[in-house]
């Protein structure tokens, strides 16, 4: 199965209210209508190859992923509650399918030590004497340069870091998503937030010089 490349856009998982077109759409899968199928493997898989790219390196492993990713959604759309958009719902299998593939091929991910009583108090709030980057990588990029070049940045940064940031401020997943996907605690995505910030801003501020 192969899909064209497409240029990077921002894409975003919110929950949207889906149209007619789409519970039909659904329906349809459910019934387990091979056309449906073919339809939403032409509209979305251009899209998720976008989304697989940001995590994957090899585009071979690009193409197994989003594969597995469509075969996913077929063995699971009687269990779609469809309280999300079809794409939405696409978004997190594809993204989670990166990940697990990530897993199999024992890249490790920088182990991130679980700093987060100096970091935090048992209410959630900071107590580092050191000022929080509180902005997201996006805020980066309306700051200082486009989202394109903010990306190519990240790109530079350690495994755990750049997916920290793709799946916060890119993906725009919450905090706990973020953990439930990583398989980290909250207070490490929280911990390793922080630093993936910081390390991102001097990057971009280093280029900048």
Known sequence: MSFPSTEITQPKPADLVQNNAERALLEKLRQGDSASFERLIREHGSYLMTITRRYLKSEADVQDSVQD???QAFRSVGKFEGRSSVKSWLHR????????????????MEELEDDSVSLFDDKGKRIETEPEIGHSAED?????????AVREHIEQLPELSRNLLL?????GYSTEETAELLSISVASVKTGLHRARKS????IQRDQQ
């Open 69 to 71: 990713t469509f075969l």
């Open 93 to 108: 299998i594809a993204v989670n399918s990166a990940l697990m593939k990530i897993r199999a091929q024992g890249r490790r």
């Open 140 to 148: 980066e990029a309306i700051n200082n340069e486009t989202l394109t």
């Open 167 to 171: 799946l916060r401020d890119i993906e």
């Open 200 to 203: 991102l801003k001097k990057q």
